[in-house]
């Protein structure tokens, strides 16, 4: 298990599975990638790439019948000590989760428990993981709640999560993930439930809040407009695999996947789509629809719905291969 | 939180004034003349006047109610027929067993539901759960008399650890006459358990899927922790629902069960007052057990308010 010293996460040849004794879904198929110190990576992907449940096999939270079915997680704890997540149990995941692997999730006006305040749901974070007395740990939580700058904050303290806005409750989800200076931070499209406004602050967060602790993240997203604003590194995910790697302002320039081409082709773009005398474009879409990850094709999973498609693409899976300063899966990376 | 108090509490006097008013009615819509009824058809004019006056059947429908509400106000519910005592007195006399047997009956049966219901929700598909489903639609189809009738014969009879029937004598001391509910209540908790169990299980498999509880494994907390305080306390509501109506049926449905085990409660006491239509012991048991349903109600709200901060009366 080595790890350059610079790398904080290295997901290895991942394979997550769901296993029924009618069918094996392989949502996750192999995946590989790697996270370094204080730099954000963007997972991107349309529903069923299984970007999500790559998150949640970080954290252990799968639930069944899924579970990692094969390759490694290697992730670099504050002491320096490298732990295989894929072997842990859950005893050792509870030493992990929140101390130095935090989450937050998309659905900000569900992910936090109606029932208590959010002072409190803060405050319990750090007691979970640090020696602190209840007063220490609401004094904290106060903190935590300016730092994400909520307006007003010991005024907040005893809110319940209903008395605040979408927005309000995402920072304070991320108030929470943060509270125990973890290392690494995954976002599970954390503003997608958000309006642009409200994407665009949380989204400056994140940013301003990495700079500060120095936290990796890992962003878990569909939107590449988000991907711009956020990301230092990319992994386009399609069908339970990785079809495109490079860093960010590579990707956008080039891309060596006609997958991520037709993803950016979809982004709306009012430049582009509304021409100077006012005509609209038809806006692109991609031909067909994701593949059910039961029933991928045998060649490529990207093929049926690829305009670049040749015969040896549906023989079988292309292997990732260098293309420009990052990775492809097509055959055809060269000539794109 | 005092004000939806004091909200819930109007509302529980406007039922109650509607439960005093039915009752009213009721004795005065009966056919013919109640007094008669009561008396038979071999009663003397002179007697039955003498229970016209007794009744406050006599003056007209609103002296009547008058003098009725103001007795209601006074917890004066009349003179019982048969009795020969007030039907306060009755009432008061057979309160204890059925008070004790109903509270003992719901604990047995929360102490049995709750630990139950949330394993089977947790361990869902399990054999615990299919064990646990099997018992529960078992628990729920014996009839309770039955059951204290099987409990008699083993415990009571073959094994000789309690007596089969009764309350005790005057004088016996508090704690040899709650021995004599211990099967009672175990009959009617068993029953009662089955309903509870199954609510537990099906509310707690409703949060635990919620986003909240994958927020709380993600906090790095103990699996039980994640169940008994993020997922329990949302999964509260339907369950306090089901445990108070159940209150609510122990309180006027151990009439079977007080009879198999010849206990003097008020479920004793509303049969016997049935079978000779002892009026006024009727009325004023109707009138207690109402009262005690609207209390238990009220408690059940006060309590939502108390776990749910979303909830407004």
């Known amino acids: ?336 | 939180m005092l004000r939806a108090a004091l909200n819930r509490l109007f509302g529980m006097l406007v039922v109650m004034a509607l439960v005093v008013t039915v009752v009213f009615v009721i004795v005065r819509v009966t056919p013919g003349d109640p007094a008669a009824v009561m008396l038979g058809p071999d009663a003397s004019a002179e007697d039955i006047e003498q229970l016209r006056e007794k009744l406050g059947l006599n003056g007209t429908i609103l002296e009547q109610f008058a003098n009725y509400v103001a007795g209601v106000l006074r917890a004066d519910f009349g003179q019982s027929i048969f009795l020969g005592q007030p039907v306060t007195q009755a009432l008061m006399d057979r309160a204890e067993p059925t008070f004790f047997l109903t509270i003992f009956s719901l604990l047995i049966a929360t102490a049995i539901a709750l630990p139950v219901g949330i394993l089977s929700a947790y361990w869902r598909g399990s054999m615990f759960d299919q064990a646990a489903t099997a018992l529960a639609m078992f628990a729920a189809s014996v009839p309770s008399f039955w059951l204290g009738l099987l409990f008699i014969q083993f415990f009571a009879v073959h094994l000789g650890w309690f007596a089969t029937s009764g309350y005790g004598g005057p004088g016996t001391p508090l704690f040899e006459r709650l021995h004599y509910l211990v099967l009672p209540a175990f009959a009617l908790g068993l029953v009662s358990s089955a309903l509870i169990t199954r609510f537990t299980r099906a509310s707690m498999l409703d949060v635990l899927n919620d986003d909240y509880v994958r927020t709380a494994r993600s906090k790095g907390m103990g699996e039980w922790r994640v169940v008994l305080k993020h997922a329990l306390k949302n999964a509260l509501i339907p369950i306090l629902t089901v445990i108070g109506l159940t209150a609510a049926l122990l309180i006027s449905g151990a009439v079977v069960t007080e009879t198999v085990f010849g206990l003097p409660g008020v479920g004793n006491l509303v049969v016997s007052a049935v079978l000779r239509r002892d009026y006024p012991v009727i009325q004023g048991a109707l009138l207690v057990i109402a009262g005690l349903y609207v209390l238990v109600n009220f408690g059940i709200d006060m309590l939502y308010l108390l776990i749910d901060p979303r909830v407004r009366y």
């Not at chain 1, 320096?80 to 937050?104: N, S, W």
């Not at chain 1, 307006?151 to 108030?175: K, T």
């Not at chain 1, 498609?309 to 990052?326: D, F, M, Q, Y």
Request: hydrophobic share 40%.
């Open chain 1, 1 to 336: 298990m080595t790890l350059d010293a610079d790398t904080i996460l290295s997901v290895r040849d991942l394979k997550t599975w769901f296993v029924t004794h009618r069918m094996t879904a392989k949502a996750v198929d192999g995946v590989t990638f790697d996270l370094k110190r204080g730099e954000t990576l963007a997972v991107v992907g349309e529903s069923g790439s299984g970007k999500s449940v790559t998150s949640l096999s970080i954290m252990g939270l799968l639930s069944r019948p899924g579970a990692i079915a094969g390759g490694s997680i290697l992730f670099r704890d504050r002491k320096e000590r490298v732990h295989d997540l894929a072997a842990f149990g859950p005893k050792d995941f509870r030493k992990i989760r929140g101390r130095e692997i935090a989450m937050i999730f998309q659905e900000p006006m569900t992910s936090l428990n109606p029932l208590y305040t959010v002072g409190d749901q803060i405050g319990e974070m750090i007691a979970l993981h640090e020696p602190v007395s209840r007063s220490e740990a609401r004094s904290r939580a106060l903190e935590m709640l300016r730092l994400v700058e909520i307006p007003d904050a010991a005024s907040r303290l005893d809110d319940y999560p209903h008395q605040m806005s979408g927005g309000m409750r995402q920072r304070v989800m991320i108030a929470m993930a943060l509270a125990c200076g973890p290392s690494l931070l995954i976002a599970d499209e954390p503003t997608t439930a958000l309006d642009v406004t409200i994407q665009a602050q949380i989204l400056d967060l994140l940013r301003r809040l990495q700079e500060q602790f120095g936290m990796s993240i890992l962003f878990i997203t569909h939107n590449l407009g988000v991907v711009a604003e956020i990301a230092h590194n990319v992994v386009v995910m399609y069908g339970g695999r990785v079809v495109e790697q490079a860093p960010v302002n590579d990707l956008f320039a080039h891309q060596r996947h006609p997958y991520t081409k037709g993803l950016l082709a979809c982004t709306p773009n009012a430049t582009r789509d509304i021409s100077p005398d006012g005509e609209r474009q038809a806006l692109y879409s991609i031909p067909g629809s994701v593949p059910p990850i039961t029933a991928l094709p045998p060649g490529c999973a990207f093929e049926p719905r690829c305009k670049f498609a040749l015969k040896a693409c549906r023989e079988a899976p292309p292997p990732l291969v260098s293309a420009g300063v990052g990775f492809s899966r097509c055959i055809r990376s060269a000539e794109l």
